[in-house]
């Protein structure tokens, strides 16, 4: 028997960005293709990085997840029409990133060059450092929001990111944090921090969610370490990070009136 539409939406054009390093791109591939399965009126294609001009200028939206992967200026050009146009992006964890790796016989130091201005400008924001991964406590910063409403302050073990950023910033979640920030140029964070953030460009928007760090056994190799011989998703095992990004899916995929498409208990 055939299963009801569950989206009143017509198709839906999506292309989710998965690429980089230093994290586990399989995992995290897999778990937004789940997401995005859930919503039926979703046609996808699926990409490493943002060279796919072509096709990237014509989709309704963008998921990324991605580290150390860098659009060029002309390709930000073609995401931010895309977004003026009426089009959503969702950058998450470390979509913001441009790191350069130590030098093999240098000091073990992360940089973090302002490689990428013209898509750092679309972002609103560029990652600098983070702290060592542990416990932190997360808290809404807009209610009554549909990103955040219902969600309580919340701890739970990630990357929290020190960034740039530009104005024009809808705050949504944030995090406390004055500390070191060892290994990276930046050495240091002070006061509080975005985690979960909108801004709006000309008829669409840019969504920034920071959390969701996943590495694998094998994703450091290139700094010399061929098997971690763990799996680190500890950050994915958050009930409260799992409704966020949820509802971060929903809304690329739907917009501004996203939650008709979730499940009782999800919105």
Same mark, same amino acid.
């Given at each position: 028997?055939?299963?009801?539409?569950?989206?009143?939406?017509?198709?839906?054009?999506?292309?989710?960005?998965?690429?980089?390093?230093?994290?586990?791109?399989?995992?995290?591939?897999?778990?937004?293709?789940?997401?995005?399965?859930?919503?039926?009126?979703?046609?996808?294609?699926?990409?490493?990085?943002?060279?796919?001009?072509?096709?990237?200028?014509?989709?309704?939206?963008?998921?990324?997840?991605?580290?150390?992967?860098?659009?060029?200026?002309?390709?930000?050009?073609?995401?931010?029409?895309?977004?003026?146009?009426?089009?959503?992006?969702?950058?998450?964890?470390?979509?913001?990133?441009?790191? +350069?790796?130590?030098?093999? /016989?240098?000091?073990?130091?992360? $940089?973090?060059?302002?490689?990428? =201005? @013209? !898509?750092?400008?679309? *972002?609103?924001?560029?990652?600098?450092?983070?702290?060592?991964?542990?416990?932190?406590?997360?808290?809404?910063?807009?209610?009554?929001?549909?990103?955040?409403?219902?969600?309580?302050?919340?701890?739970?073990?990630?990357?929290?990111?020190?960034?740039?950023?530009?104005?024009?910033?809808?705050?949504?979640?944030?995090?406390?944090?004055?500390?070191?920030?060892?290994?990276?140029?930046?050495?240091?964070?002070?006061?509080?921090?975005?985690?979960?953030?909108?801004?709006?460009?000309?008829?669409?928007?840019?969504?920034?969610?920071?959390?969701?760090?996943?590495?694998?056994?094998?994703?450091?190799? +290139?700094?010399?370490?061929? /098997?971690?011989?763990?799996?680190? $998703?500890?950050?994915?095992?958050? =009930? @409260? !990070?799992?409704?966020? *990004?949820?509802?971060?899916?929903?809304?690329?995929?739907?917009?501004?009136?996203?939650?008709?498409?979730?499940?009782?208990?999800?919105?």
């Amino acid at each position: 028997m055939a299963t009801p539409a569950r989206c009143s939406s017509t198709r839906v054009e999506v292309a989710i960005v998965v690429g980089g390093r230093w994290h586990d791109l399989d995992f995290a591939r897999r778990e937004l293709l789940n997401l995005l399965g859930e919503h039926d009126a979703v046609r996808c294609s699926v990409h490493t990085d943002f060279s796919d001009v072509a096709r990237l200028s014509q989709v309704d939206a963008i998921v990324a997840y991605t580290c150390d992967v860098r659009p060029t200026a002309a390709e930000s050009d073609v995401l931010r029409a895309m977004v003026a146009e009426g089009g959503r992006l969702l950058a998450l964890h470390a979509t913001n990133s441009a790191i +350069d790796a130590p030098d093999p /016989d240098g000091p073990r130091i992360f $940089r973090t060059p302002d490689a990428m =201005p @013209e !898509f750092t400008a679309l *972002l609103g924001n560029r990652f600098l450092a983070h702290p060592r991964i542990g416990p932190y406590l997360i808290e809404p910063t807009a209610r009554e929001h549909p990103l955040t409403s219902g969600v309580p302050a919340f701890t739970t073990v990630d990357e929290i990111y020190v960034t740039e950023t530009g104005d024009g910033l809808d705050v949504l979640m944030d995090v406390e944090y004055s500390g070191p920030c060892p290994g990276f140029e930046t050495d240091h964070g002070e006061g509080r921090h975005p985690v979960l953030f909108m801004r709006r460009e000309s008829q669409g928007a840019v969504v920034s969610f920071t959390l969701g760090h996943c590495r694998g056994r094998f994703d450091v190799q +290139d700094l010399g370490v061929e /098997d971690l011989g763990v799996l680190d $998703r500890v950050a994915w095992d958050s =009930p @409260e !990070f799992r409704i966020v *990004l949820r509802r971060c899916v929903a809304w690329a995929v739907h917009g501004d009136d996203f939650t008709h498409c979730l499940s009782k208990g999800e919105a």
